[in-house]
Protein backbone atom coordinates (compact mmCIF):
# COMPACT_ATOMS: atom_id res chain seq x y z
CA UNK A 1 0.00 0.00 0.00
CA UNK A 2 1.43 3.22 -0.80
CA UNK A 3 2.32 5.30 2.16
CA UNK A 4 4.47 8.09 3.50
CA UNK A 5 7.94 7.01 5.29
CA UNK A 6 8.58 8.98 8.23
CA UNK A 7 12.52 9.27 8.31
CA UNK A 8 13.90 8.66 12.40
CA UNK A 9 17.64 10.08 12.67
CA UNK A 10 18.91 6.55 11.71
CA UNK A 11 17.67 6.63 8.49
CA UNK A 12 19.81 10.19 7.92
CA UNK A 13 22.68 9.17 10.18
CA UNK A 14 23.73 6.57 7.33
CA UNK A 15 23.62 8.89 4.49
CA UNK A 16 26.35 11.09 5.97
CA UNK A 17 30.09 10.99 5.25
CA UNK A 18 31.53 12.06 7.95
CA UNK A 19 35.15 14.22 8.42
CA UNK A 20 37.19 15.32 11.40
CA UNK A 21 36.95 19.53 11.81
CA UNK A 22 33.32 19.66 9.45
CA UNK A 23 30.01 19.40 10.43
CA UNK A 24 27.14 18.23 7.55
CA UNK A 25 23.96 19.10 7.34
CA UNK A 26 22.86 16.14 7.97
CA UNK A 27 24.65 15.99 11.89
CA UNK A 28 21.95 19.10 12.15
CA UNK A 29 18.94 18.70 10.59
CA UNK A 30 15.40 17.79 12.40
CA UNK A 31 13.09 14.63 11.87
CA UNK A 32 9.26 14.16 12.85
CA UNK A 33 8.95 12.70 16.28
CA UNK A 34 5.85 11.47 15.50
CA UNK A 35 4.13 8.29 13.75
CA UNK A 36 1.32 9.99 11.81
CA UNK A 37 1.45 13.57 9.85
CA UNK A 38 -0.68 16.17 11.45
CA UNK A 39 -0.87 20.33 11.79
CA UNK A 40 0.01 20.03 15.30
CA UNK A 41 3.20 17.85 15.23
CA UNK A 42 4.68 19.65 12.52
CA UNK A 43 3.91 23.27 14.51
CA UNK A 44 5.79 22.04 17.48
CA UNK A 45 8.84 21.62 15.15
CA UNK A 46 11.31 24.58 15.00
CA UNK A 47 12.30 23.73 11.63
CA UNK A 48 10.81 26.46 8.95
CA UNK A 49 11.12 23.86 6.04
CA UNK A 50 10.20 20.78 5.66
CA UNK A 51 11.97 18.61 2.78
CA UNK A 52 10.56 15.40 1.09
CA UNK A 53 10.35 12.98 -1.86
CA UNK A 54 8.62 11.57 -4.03
CA UNK A 55 10.67 9.16 -6.35
CA UNK A 56 8.68 8.04 -8.63
CA UNK A 57 8.69 8.58 -12.73
CA UNK A 58 4.81 7.32 -13.00
CA UNK A 59 3.77 10.15 -14.32
CA UNK A 60 6.24 10.70 -16.98
CA UNK A 61 5.64 7.16 -18.32
CA UNK A 62 1.89 8.02 -18.26
CA UNK A 63 2.96 10.99 -20.42
CA UNK A 64 5.33 8.62 -23.14
CA UNK A 65 8.21 9.67 -21.58
CA UNK A 66 11.29 7.78 -21.04
CA UNK A 67 11.61 6.49 -16.92
CA UNK A 68 14.59 7.78 -14.38
CA UNK A 69 13.01 10.28 -12.32
CA UNK A 70 12.53 8.01 -9.66
CA UNK A 71 16.23 8.01 -8.99
CA UNK A 72 16.73 11.65 -8.00
CA UNK A 73 15.32 11.72 -4.57
CA UNK A 74 17.70 9.44 -2.94
CA UNK A 75 20.71 10.87 -4.34
CA UNK A 76 20.26 14.46 -3.76
CA UNK A 77 19.14 13.93 -0.40
CA UNK A 78 22.52 12.50 0.21
CA UNK A 79 24.57 15.22 -1.27
CA UNK A 80 22.43 17.73 0.62
CA UNK A 81 22.85 15.89 3.81
CA UNK A 82 26.73 16.06 3.16
CA UNK A 83 26.40 19.84 2.32
CA UNK A 84 28.74 22.47 5.00
CA UNK A 85 26.98 23.36 8.14
CA UNK A 86 28.28 26.36 8.60
CA UNK A 87 27.36 30.59 9.12
CA UNK A 88 25.49 30.30 6.01
CA UNK A 89 23.30 27.21 6.43
CA UNK A 90 23.14 25.71 9.59
CA UNK A 91 20.50 22.77 8.94
CA UNK A 92 18.67 23.39 11.62
CA UNK A 93 15.94 25.25 9.49
CA UNK A 94 15.36 21.75 7.73
CA UNK A 95 12.92 19.12 8.62
CA UNK A 96 13.95 16.25 6.66
CA UNK A 97 10.31 14.26 6.48
CA UNK A 98 10.92 11.27 4.68
CA UNK A 99 9.30 10.11 1.02
CA UNK A 100 6.54 8.32 -0.20
CA UNK A 101 6.74 4.92 -0.93
CA UNK A 102 4.63 4.25 -4.43
CA UNK A 103 3.93 0.25 -5.47
CA UNK A 104 4.41 0.01 -9.26
CA UNK A 105 0.57 -0.47 -10.95
CA UNK A 106 0.67 -4.35 -11.86
CA UNK A 107 -0.36 -3.29 -15.49
CA UNK A 108 1.88 -1.36 -16.87
CA UNK A 109 -0.93 0.43 -20.05
CA UNK A 110 -1.25 4.00 -20.25
CA UNK A 111 -4.38 3.42 -18.79
CA UNK A 112 -2.93 2.00 -15.64
CA UNK A 113 -0.16 3.96 -15.32
CA UNK A 114 -2.80 7.40 -15.76
CA UNK A 115 -5.13 5.87 -13.10
CA UNK A 116 -2.03 5.03 -10.93
CA UNK A 117 -1.22 8.80 -10.87
CA UNK A 118 -4.92 9.90 -10.07
CA UNK A 119 -3.95 7.85 -6.55
CA UNK A 120 -0.30 9.63 -6.42
CA UNK A 121 -2.13 12.96 -6.49
CA UNK A 122 -4.60 11.88 -3.47
CA UNK A 123 -1.33 10.40 -1.68
CA UNK A 124 0.32 13.80 -1.89
CA UNK A 125 -1.73 16.78 -1.49
CA UNK A 126 -2.99 15.98 1.73
CA UNK A 127 0.40 16.42 2.87
CA UNK A 128 1.31 18.90 1.10
CA UNK A 129 -1.61 20.76 2.99
CA UNK A 130 -0.77 20.04 6.34
CA UNK A 131 2.90 21.30 6.07
CA UNK A 132 1.26 24.70 4.50
CA UNK A 133 -0.90 24.97 7.32
CA UNK A 134 1.44 24.48 10.09
CA UNK A 135 3.59 27.25 8.05
CA UNK A 136 6.17 25.50 6.97
CA UNK A 137 7.72 25.75 3.71
CA UNK A 138 7.75 22.35 1.33
CA UNK A 139 10.56 21.53 -0.14
CA UNK A 140 9.97 18.49 -2.61
CA UNK A 141 12.44 16.18 -4.71
CA UNK A 142 10.44 14.36 -7.31
CA UNK A 143 9.56 12.43 -9.61
CA UNK A 144 7.78 12.89 -12.37
CA UNK A 145 5.87 17.03 -12.97
CA UNK A 146 2.57 15.41 -12.68
CA UNK A 147 3.45 16.09 -8.78
CA UNK A 148 2.68 19.73 -9.21
CA UNK A 149 -0.99 19.41 -9.04
CA UNK A 150 -0.49 17.46 -5.52
CA UNK A 151 1.76 20.55 -4.65
CA UNK A 152 -0.99 23.21 -6.04
CA UNK A 153 -3.82 21.57 -4.40
CA UNK A 154 -2.37 21.45 -1.21
CA UNK A 155 -1.00 24.86 -0.84
CA UNK A 156 -4.23 25.90 -2.43
CA UNK A 157 -6.39 24.13 0.33
CA UNK A 158 -3.96 25.17 3.56
CA UNK A 159 -4.49 28.91 2.14
CA UNK A 160 -8.19 28.77 1.53
CA UNK A 161 -7.61 30.15 -2.04
CA UNK A 162 -6.14 29.61 -5.64
CA UNK A 163 -2.58 30.17 -5.76
CA UNK A 164 -0.39 32.03 -8.34
CA UNK A 165 2.38 29.49 -9.64
CA UNK A 166 5.74 30.19 -11.41
CA UNK A 167 6.90 27.44 -13.38
CA UNK A 168 10.34 27.51 -15.02
CA UNK A 169 9.99 25.05 -17.85
CA UNK A 170 10.55 24.21 -21.34
CA UNK A 171 6.71 22.75 -21.48
CA UNK A 172 4.10 24.17 -20.53
CA UNK A 173 2.47 21.02 -19.20
CA UNK A 174 -1.04 21.99 -19.95
CA UNK A 175 -2.17 18.91 -22.23
CA UNK A 176 -5.68 17.83 -22.05
CA UNK A 177 -7.51 16.41 -19.53
CA UNK A 178 -7.11 12.65 -20.47
CA UNK A 179 -6.18 11.09 -17.54
CA UNK A 180 -3.47 12.19 -14.86
CA UNK A 181 0.32 12.38 -16.47
CA UNK A 182 3.01 14.66 -16.01
CA UNK A 183 2.25 16.88 -18.76
CA UNK A 184 -1.48 17.96 -17.31
CA UNK A 185 -1.30 18.75 -13.96
CA UNK A 186 -1.42 22.31 -14.22
CA UNK A 187 -4.55 21.77 -16.84
CA UNK A 188 -6.42 19.89 -13.54
CA UNK A 189 -5.34 22.14 -11.35
CA UNK A 190 -6.74 25.64 -13.41
CA UNK A 191 -9.54 23.31 -14.34
CA UNK A 192 -10.36 23.01 -10.89
CA UNK A 193 -9.45 26.22 -9.47
CA UNK A 194 -6.86 25.57 -7.31
CA UNK A 195 -4.41 27.45 -9.83
CA UNK A 196 -4.89 31.32 -10.37
CA UNK A 197 -2.20 33.02 -12.37
CA UNK A 198 0.17 30.39 -13.98
CA UNK A 199 3.41 32.36 -15.21
CA UNK A 200 5.73 29.80 -17.36
CA UNK A 201 9.16 30.79 -17.64
CA UNK A 202 11.47 29.72 -19.79
CA UNK A 203 9.37 27.95 -22.16
CA UNK A 204 10.67 26.60 -25.77
CA UNK A 205 8.97 27.61 -28.87
CA UNK A 206 9.91 23.78 -30.85
CA UNK A 207 8.37 21.74 -28.18
CA UNK A 208 5.03 23.44 -26.78
CA UNK A 209 2.31 22.34 -29.29
CA UNK A 210 -0.07 24.92 -31.61
CA UNK A 211 -3.09 24.12 -28.88
CA UNK A 212 -1.36 24.98 -25.83
CA UNK A 213 -0.01 28.17 -27.42
CA UNK A 214 -3.65 28.82 -28.27
CA UNK A 215 -4.75 28.53 -24.72
CA UNK A 216 -1.76 30.71 -23.79
CA UNK A 217 -3.20 33.08 -25.89
CA UNK A 218 -6.63 33.44 -24.89
CA UNK A 219 -6.56 32.50 -20.89
CA UNK A 220 -5.41 36.25 -19.12
CA UNK A 221 -4.63 33.78 -16.32
CA UNK A 222 -1.54 32.31 -18.46
CA UNK A 223 1.60 34.06 -18.67
CA UNK A 224 4.63 33.08 -20.69
CA UNK A 225 7.90 34.03 -21.78
CA UNK A 226 10.02 31.97 -24.47
CA UNK A 227 13.38 30.96 -23.52
CA UNK A 228 13.57 32.21 -27.51
CA UNK A 229 12.74 35.36 -26.47
CA UNK A 230 15.10 35.33 -23.44
CA UNK A 231 17.97 34.52 -26.30
CA UNK A 232 16.89 37.67 -28.20
CA UNK A 233 17.27 39.75 -24.91
CA UNK A 234 13.66 40.42 -24.31
CA UNK A 235 13.44 42.15 -20.93
CA UNK A 236 12.07 40.18 -18.35
CA UNK A 237 12.95 42.10 -15.19
CA UNK A 238 9.35 42.63 -14.36
CA UNK A 239 7.63 39.16 -15.05
CA UNK A 240 7.89 37.91 -11.34
CA UNK A 241 6.08 41.39 -9.76
CA UNK A 242 2.76 40.16 -10.42
CA UNK A 243 2.90 36.94 -8.31
CA UNK A 244 0.16 36.77 -5.29
CA UNK A 245 1.38 36.03 -2.19
CA UNK A 246 0.69 32.39 -1.70
CA UNK A 247 2.58 31.31 -4.63
CA UNK A 248 4.61 28.27 -5.71
CA UNK A 249 8.06 27.73 -7.42
CA UNK A 250 8.01 24.58 -10.04
CA UNK A 251 11.48 23.71 -11.46
CA UNK A 252 11.52 21.25 -14.13
CA UNK A 253 15.74 20.64 -14.10
CA UNK A 254 14.97 19.52 -18.05
CA UNK A 255 14.76 23.92 -18.59
CA UNK A 256 18.67 23.50 -18.26
CA UNK A 257 20.71 22.44 -20.18
CA UNK A 258 22.57 19.26 -20.09
CA UNK A 259 20.48 17.79 -16.87
CA UNK A 260 20.01 14.39 -17.09
CA UNK A 261 16.05 13.93 -17.55
CA UNK A 262 13.27 12.59 -20.24
CA UNK A 263 13.62 15.61 -21.74
CA UNK A 264 17.19 16.55 -21.52
CA UNK A 265 18.06 19.53 -23.75
CA UNK A 266 21.26 20.53 -25.29
CA UNK A 267 19.94 24.20 -25.24
CA UNK A 268 18.33 25.56 -21.97
CA UNK A 269 19.12 27.52 -19.00
CA UNK A 270 23.00 27.42 -17.79
CA UNK A 271 22.84 26.06 -13.88
CA UNK A 272 23.62 29.27 -12.67
CA UNK A 273 20.66 31.38 -14.36
CA UNK A 274 18.42 29.37 -11.75
CA UNK A 275 20.41 29.66 -9.28
CA UNK A 276 19.98 33.27 -9.65
CA UNK A 277 16.26 33.00 -10.22
CA UNK A 278 16.38 31.16 -6.54
CA UNK A 279 18.74 33.56 -4.78
CA UNK A 280 17.07 36.77 -5.70
CA UNK A 281 13.30 35.61 -6.11
CA UNK A 282 12.47 32.56 -3.30
CA UNK A 283 10.94 35.04 -0.43
CA UNK A 284 7.92 35.14 -3.28
CA UNK A 285 7.46 31.54 -2.65
CA UNK A 286 5.52 29.19 -0.44
CA UNK A 287 6.93 26.03 -1.79
CA UNK A 288 9.53 24.33 -3.87
CA UNK A 289 9.20 21.80 -6.33
CA UNK A 290 12.11 20.27 -7.88
CA UNK A 291 11.23 17.29 -10.61
CA UNK A 292 11.89 15.45 -14.01
CA UNK A 293 15.96 15.36 -13.14
CA UNK A 294 17.16 12.12 -12.68
CA UNK A 295 20.56 10.31 -12.07
CA UNK A 296 20.02 7.20 -14.13
CA UNK A 297 17.33 6.64 -17.01
CA UNK A 298 16.00 3.26 -18.29
CA UNK A 299 17.53 4.05 -21.54
CA UNK A 300 20.82 3.59 -19.95
CA UNK A 301 21.95 7.33 -19.46
CA UNK A 302 23.52 7.97 -15.76
CA UNK A 303 24.93 11.25 -14.24
CA UNK A 304 26.81 11.98 -10.90
CA UNK A 305 26.04 15.51 -11.08
CA UNK A 306 21.93 16.19 -11.17
CA UNK A 307 22.25 15.27 -7.54
CA UNK A 308 24.59 18.01 -6.50
CA UNK A 309 22.96 20.10 -8.76
CA UNK A 310 19.47 19.57 -6.48
CA UNK A 311 21.68 19.85 -3.57
CA UNK A 312 22.65 23.37 -4.70
CA UNK A 313 18.79 24.49 -5.82
CA UNK A 314 17.92 23.67 -2.35
CA UNK A 315 20.17 25.04 0.03
CA UNK A 316 19.71 28.20 -2.31
CA UNK A 317 15.91 28.24 -1.71
CA UNK A 318 16.65 27.91 2.31
CA UNK A 319 19.49 30.53 2.37
CA UNK A 320 17.46 33.02 0.22
CA UNK A 321 14.72 32.76 2.59
CA UNK A 322 16.23 33.52 5.96
CA UNK A 323 18.44 36.43 4.85
Known amino acids: MDNLKIYSQSDIEHLIIHRDGETKLGERVNTYQHEAISIEGLEANNSKF ?7 DIGVRA ?9 AWRASLTAFLNVQ ?17 IIEPEDSSIEALRNKVAEIDELVYPVIEKIVAAG ?5 IGGGHNNAYGMIKGTSLACKGS ?4 N ?8 ELEGRHSGNGFSYALKENYLN ?17 SQIDNNPKLKAVFFDAILMGADVNGFFDGLGPAAGLEIDLDCIQNVLSSAETPSGFAVNDIRKLILTHAKKF ?7 GATRMLDGRVSKLTSKLIAYLVSDFVKANIS
Do not use: T, W
Not at 85 to 101: C, K, P, T
Not at 198 to 203: A, D, I, P, Q
Open 50 to 56: VLLGIPE
Open 63 to 71: NAGIAGAAS
Open 85 to 101: SNRFLSGGEILVLGHFE
Open 136 to 140: KIPIV
Open 163 to 166: IDVL
Open 168 to 175: VDAHADLR
Open 197 to 213: NYFMYGLHQNYNNEAIL
Open 286 to 292: SYLHICE
